[in-house]
């Protein structure tokens, strides 16, 4: 079967998707104690998670095509370090023994990325990671019983911080910090962009320095467009790339 790159009339494009990320779930005391959030994030090896898929490695809690993003927020997050991690975990008092449920959506692919991360994660000495699948719908509409959230958000600005971490149902960690929220909430009410955006990267390093989540890696897609069907494109203010059908003039 002739693969449709090497069909003329197509042209192929590569775009990003959402941020795929490790959650903590804060109801739980073991995951209070910044250490052992910390621990996790170090235990972590976003390259090799990466090399698994079609993945980016993620350092920021928003993607590059995100209103916000901002690359320099990275130095506030936590790279791979295994010893250190393992020192943490002692210095908190870790039960590296008990059980820790680790909750993904059911998918082929966050499946195979579970069993990565659960490997990572034993390697640091936590021995009893129990995977543990629910529809998609279910984590984003009912209260689970699990330690660690493995999932995904696409959202296109930065408003999702305030939204995933503030008061409401979207709030899937329980983070019961205000102080995302509300500089989420204050960038919204500037017009000094420079202001705004530093309210958003001091969100950013809440996010990373306190370990709420550890972003993880990037979507990669690429997708076909039929030049029969389609006569150019052009990209918009905002960054998005428009498709046309009708020819237009130069």
């Known amino acids: 079967m002739k693969q449709v790159a090497d069909i003329p009339r197509f042209r192929l494009y ?20 910044v250490r052992a959030r910390q621990a996790v994030a170090m235990a972590l090896d976003k390259a090799s998670l990466a090399g698994d898929g079609p993945f980016l490695v993620a350092d920021t809690p928003l993607t590059p095509n995100t209103v916000g993003y901002d690359p320099s927020v990275a130095v506030a997050g936590y790279g791979y370090a295994p010893e250190r991690s393992r020192k943490l975990l002692a210095e ?12 993904i959506p059911e998918s082929s692919t966050y499946r195979q990325l579970a ?4 490997q990572q994660l034993q390697a640091i000495g936590l021995s009893q990671i129990r995977l543990r699948e629910v529809a998609r719908s279910d984590i ?39 102080d995302v929220a509300h500089l989420v909430n204050q960038a919204r009410l500037t017009a000094d962009l420079n202001l705004r955006q530093r309210y958003v990267n001091e969100a ?8 709420v989540w550890q972003p993880l890696l990037v979507r990669q897609i690429t997708f076909a467009v039929d030049g029969e069907c389609v006569q150019g494109e052009r990209q918009s203010p905002y960054g998005e790339l428009l498709f046309y059908d009708a020819y237009t003039a130069p």
């Open 140 to 178: 984003l509409t009912q209260r689970q019983d699990f330690d660690l959230l493995l999932f995904d958000y696409a959202w296109g600005d930065y408003t999702a911080l305030g939204i995933f971490l503030g008061p409401g149902p979207r709030n899937l960690l329980n983070y019961s910090g205000g």
């Open 204 to 211: 950013q390093q809440v996010v990373l320095e306190q370990a």
């Open 14 to 33: 590569e775009a990003t998707g959402g941020v795929t990320y490790l959650g903590f779930n804060f109801q739980r005391g073991r995951w209070q104690d």
């Open 92 to 103: 908190a008092g870790f039960d590296s023994d008990a059980e820790v449920v680790l909750l």
């Open 115 to 118: 069993a990565a991360v659960q």
